[in-house]
C-alpha cells in the first residue's frame, strides 16, 4: 500500500509530461525561439571565469573605509561607523563589512594582504593605485569583469609567473592598452603574490 501511491504519482507525472509534448501549438502561435549560441571559451592563455572562488576577485578600494574595518571587532566597527558624516556612507561601508564578513577565511586572508600590500607602498605608488582603480571603476562592466578576472589569476602566482604572463602576446592581445595599463598597474602595486 505504501508503494502504491509514489508509484501511482509517478506514473502521473510521466502520463502528463508525455501528453503535454505531444501535443503542438496552435499555427497561429509565435514559435519559441532558440537559445542563443555559447560564447565561445576564451583563446589558450585567456582568463576563464571558472575556478574563481565567489568574492575572491572582487576588487576592494584600498582607500574605503569599509576597508580600513576589516580587522576590527563588531564593537569597534559600529563605533567608528557612527562618527560617518552621512547614512548613506554607513550603510555603504556595512555592506561592505557584510561581504567581507561573507568570505571564507582564505579569501579574506587574500583581501588583507592586498590592503598589507597597499599599506607598504610610497605615497606616489598609492597615489597610482587609486588613480588605476578608479580608471578600472570606470570601464564597461564586461570589460571591467574581464579587468578583474585577469588580476585574480595574476593574484594567484608568485613574481617570476605573472611576469611572463603579463608579456604573453596572447594575454595582452586580449585587453586595450589603457586595460593593459590597469592590469599592470594593480598586479604590480597592489595586488602582490599570494603568499
Not at 496552435?26 to 589558450?44: E, N, V
Request: charged share 25%; net charge positive; no cysteine.
Amino acid at each position: 500500500m505504501h508503494r502504491i501511491l509514489p508509484i501511482g504519482s509517478i506514473l502521473l507525472l510521466v502520463v502528463g509530461a508525455s501528453y503535454g509534448r505531444d501535443r503542438q501549438a496552435p499555427k497561429d502561435s509565435p514559435q519559441p525561439q532558440k537559445p542563443a549560441p555559447a560564447k565561445p571559451a576564451p583563446a589558450k592563455g585567456g582568463v576563464p571565469k571558472a575556478g574563481i572562488p565567489k568574492g575572491a576577485a572582487r576588487l576592494v578600494n584600498p582607500t574605503s573605509i569599509a576597508a580600513r574595518l576589516f580587522r576590527m571587532s563588531s564593537e569597534e566597527r559600529e563605533h567608528a561607523l557612527e562618527k560617518l558624516p552621512t547614512e548613506q556612507a554607513r550603510e555603504n561601508a556595512r555592506k561592505q563589512l557584510e561581504w567581507f564578513d561573507s568570505l571564507p577565511k582564505e579569501q579574506q586572508a587574500m583581501q588583507l594582504r592586498r590592503l598589507d600590500r597597499f599599506a607598504q607602498l610610497t605615497p606616489s605608488q598609492r597615489a597610482d593605485v587609486k588613480i588605476m582603480y578608479a580608471a578600472w571603476n570606470q570601464l564597461p562592466a564586461p570589460r571591467k569583469a574581464a579587468v578583474q578576472r585577469a588580476l585574480y589569476r595574476l593574484q594567484e602566482m608568485d613574481d617570476q609567473q605573472r611576469e611572463v604572463t603579463l608579456r604573453r602576446p596572447n594575454f595582452q592581445a586580449q585587453f586595450s592598452p589603457e586595460e593593459l595599463k590597469i592590469i599592470n598597474g594593480l598586479a604590480d602595486a597592489w595586488m602582490g603574490p599570494a603568499q
